[in-house]
């Protein structure tokens, strides 16, 4: 398994976007080899092996959102892409092939531009899912928000990952 490198993003809220209090977002840069034949399906498998079981394969919406009801990995399974990071004035970064974003639930996102290949993995972890929301956070989203407890595993790494060390949750 490679080794990647980790960027690690807090973000307070932003307008619309509540952000996670607790927890920052993750970028696994080459997390994986990029060359790979089927790297959708190596992540894939990957991600269910550490518990997080693989959701759905497709893009990354073009307008700013996040979810409330879970947290997000995203596999870059192919091509590249410029996103942004928690809400209006957070990260613009680019991501490629191989590379992950874990993302805290709250955790602002939107693609700005792609490469016309580009596909992502998604995944949960149990019990969770990827509900999308666009307008400031209700009383009710904060709060399934704050609900939410680091899971057991990376979804990449499993019991000894970034994620691990990362979202302490006062454990």
Known sequence: MAVPTILILPFEERGSIP???RFPALVYQQAFPPDQADLAAM????FAENGWPPAWRHGISDFHHYHSKGHEGLGIAKGSAELALGGDGGRE???????VLLLPAGTGHRRLSASSDFLVVGAYPPGQSG???RDPPTVEARAAISR??????DPVSGRDGPMVQHWSDGL
């Open 93 to 99: 970064l680019v991501v490629h092939a191989g590379d």
């Open 131 to 133: 509900d999308i929301l």
């Open 148 to 153: 939410l407890a680091r899971p057991p595993t």
């Open 19 to 21: 952000n996670n209090p």
């Open 43 to 46: 992540m894939e498998q990957r």
